[in-house]
């Protein structure tokens, strides 16, 4: 057989862009899964929290076990299955509800845990009650955009859609309302404690709170550029698929940034714990770490010290601390 009469399918010089994005993307949701794991196991084995708590970090751990298995299915399938078939790489497959869908849910379950702590923190009504809306609108915008993206069965023609706009603006937006407010409270709260170990732990909080929600906001506005200035190609699948497992490890990183991990002899660490969290103060306790709890409130802020007992046992001495 003549080899120049088997046609060959035309690859586009521009293959990258559609292929690049989905493998990136998922290798990322990998090792942010990968990462989050660490964090559950962490929280299991140092706090005994209140089974309210416990429901929300088990539950989102179960929700991103799933998301990771859509999101491997969804790689399988654009370049294990359908390999050599360039009419996959644009089929969504369960792309939509691993994403926007499942995604949303993810992050209106994060946001609104934070939207509580604002409550608490503030007792302020109409804030509370406008960023649970923004959330919930986020929320119902990513199912709606899974749906539709389902119906359309082509990644390439998501460009016009609306609901997935609304849920990356609405993301973006809720994270920056919970990132402002909660550091306003926050640094309020700090402005009126002259102890200084109670400072430095708020300082620690306040932080915390800008990096990680700075963080998923930015990831949101990213996906949005990407989604309306370059249509037409997949760029825009890469950041998302990171987008959940940020929220899930952000609120992960909250609570074990409770952990005292004494390091030397002579050195104070501080575990922190907001009120209304259900902790039982549960920390590290080995050898001679004791927990010497003085909690003050302050602001609907509860704030447990532990410090590291300068007696310690002889064998435990060189020994490493976990």
Not at 7 to 14: K, L
Not at 38 to 56: A, E, G, M, P
Not at 303 to 317: A, K, N
Request: net charge neutral; hydrophobic share 50%.
């Amino acid at each position: 057989m003549d080899p120049s009469a088997v046609a060959t399918p035309f690859i586009p010089p521009d293959i990258v862009l559609l292929t690049a994005p989905q493998l990136l993307g998922v290798m990322f949701n990998w090792g942010l899964w990968g990462i989050l794991t660490v964090q559950v196991y962490l929280y299991h084995l140092c706090f005994n929290d209140s089974w309210r708590i416990k429901t929300l970090v088990y539950g989102l751990y179960v929700l991103e076990c799933l998301q990771t298995a859509l999101s491997s299915a969804d790689i399988f399938h654009w370049f294990a299955f359908g390999w050599g078939r360039l009419e996959i790489l644009a089929d969504p497959y369960v792309n939509p509800i691993d994403l926007p869908l499942m995604a949303g849910v993810i992050a209106l379950i994060v946001q609104l845990y934070f939207t509580w702590r604002i409550w608490v923190l503030g007792r302020s009504a109409i804030l509370t009650v406008f960023i649970a809306a923004v959330s919930l609108t986020q929320a119902g915008a990513g199912i709606a955009a899974g749906i539709m993206a389902m119906q359309i069965g082509d990644l390439r023609a998501l460009q016009d859609l609306v609901a997935p706009k609304i849920w990356l603006a609405g993301a973006a937006l809720s994270d920056t309302l919970i990132a402002a407010a909660m550091t306003y409270f926050l640094v309020r709260a700090r402005n009126n404690s002259h102890v200084p170990k109670t400072n430095f732990i708020l300082k620690r909080i306040i932080t915390l709170t800008i990096e990680t929600n700075s963080l998923s906001a930015s990831v949101a506005i990213i996906t949005l550029a990407l989604f309306i200035k370059y249509p037409g190609n997949s760029l825009f699948l890469c950041p998302p698929y990171a987008l959940g497992k940020l929220y899930s490890n952000t609120l992960l990183v909250i609570f074990n940034n409770r952990m005292a991990m004494p390091l030397e002899r002579s050195q104070q660490h501080a575990s922190i714990g907001l009120s209304g969290m259900g902790s039982s103060g549960t920390a590290l306790n080995h050898g001679g770490l004791h927990n010497d709890h003085h909690s003050r409130r302050e602001d609907g802020i509860k704030i447990t010290v532990l410090r590291e007992s300068d007696r310690r046992d002889e064998h435990l001495r060189d020994s490493p601390t976990v």
